[in-house]
């Protein structure tokens, strides 16, 4: 579809600012940004009348690429502040990854409603959670060996699934297990980083050979789109970051709740209409 130069023009103004707001959250909350660049990249595809059976699958892919260098900016902020627990970061690691690698190779095989229904799901049962007075508490420590595993798998895949950082469901996982706010964003900013990469990676086979594609994707992910997010993820992440040290806790899971009810429930309208 040909699209006029001053169409292309506010297409890409939108995705910078996209950008800053999808860094700045990507600090604030540790949710990698996808939370808004999926929705996002949905409405524009649909937008310039994109095939709705890839679109999501396209939005996703492009979220978790662009959550690559955002997680890394947004790590390093986190640390500087140490809010980041590099012990469960080594001890969830693998199996949130391997989580991450399953589901972006899994998304050949499942539509794109099916993907926005999982977002718009769990996003809004987190939300719920988070929303609440008080938050669900079951143990006072996260669960170690062998029994603690399947929770960052569960993480690892169904944030790829969702195009998403690891802050969407491991900040309240965290929160569950009596893990302060602030530490648990912060380590939600390095998990980003361990499902963006085997998630792309998975999307990018995932999509390979597919010939409705446009130009300049790898994949399912859209290089041009991702180009015009990431500068603006990169440079807001870190403001992000010292807004969540700057803000009270409940200010802080109010904020986080707020955002993911309303991409769920939009996300949701969109798959089921």
């Known amino acids: 579809m040909e699209l006029s130069a001053l169409t292309l023009l506010g297409l890409a103004s939108g995705l910078l600012v996209t950008?800053?707001?999808?860094?700045?959250?990507?600090?604030?909350?540790?949710?990698?940004?996808?939370?808004?660049?999926?929705?996002?990249?949905?409405?524009?595809?649909?937008?310039?009348?994109?095939?709705?059976?890839?679109?999501?699958?396209?939005?996703?892919?492009?979220?978790?690429?662009?959550?690559?260098?955002?997680?890394?900016?947004?790590?390093?902020?986190?640390?500087?502040?140490?809010?980041?627990?590099d012990a469960l970061v080594r001890r969830w690691g693998p199996a949130m990854v391997a989580g991450a690698l399953i589901g972006g190779l899994a998304a050949r095989y499942v539509s794109g409603d099916v993907l926005r229904l999982i977002f718009g799901a769990v996003a809004l049962i987190v939300a719920v959670n988070m929303a609440i007075p008080r938050t669900l508490v079951v143990g006072t420590s996260l669960p170690g060996g062998a029994a603690g595993q399947p929770v960052p798998l569960v993480i690892g895949l169904f944030s790829a699934l969702m195009g998403i950082g690891g802050g969407t469901l491991a900040v309240p996982v965290q929160s569950a297990f009596s893990v302060p706010v602030h530490r648990a964003v912060g380590t939600a900013a390095a998990f980003g980083l361990l499902i963006a990469i085997p998630g792309t990676l998975g999307f990018v086979w995932a999509g390979w050979g597919r010939a409705d594609l446009p130009p300049g994707s790898l994949g399912y992910v859209s290089l041009p789109a991702a180009a015009a997010i990431i500068p603006t993820t990169w440079a807001f992440a870190p403001l992000g970051a010292r807004l969540a040290h700057a803000i009270d806790q409940s200010a802080l899971k109010r904020a986080f709740a707020l955002f993911l009810a309303i991409t769920a429930l939009r996300m949701l309208a969109t798959a089921l209409t």
């Open 19 to 85: 950008g800053a707001v999808a860094g700045t959250l990507a600090g604030l909350l540790g949710v990698g940004g996808g939370i808004v660049i999926v929705p996002v990249l949905s409405w524009v595809l649909a937008l310039i009348a994109f095939p709705p059976d890839i679109s999501q699958h396209m939005a996703v892919a492009t979220s978790l690429a662009t959550i690559i260098p955002t997680a890394i900016s947004s790590t390093r902020a986190h640390r500087a502040r140490g809010a980041v627990d």
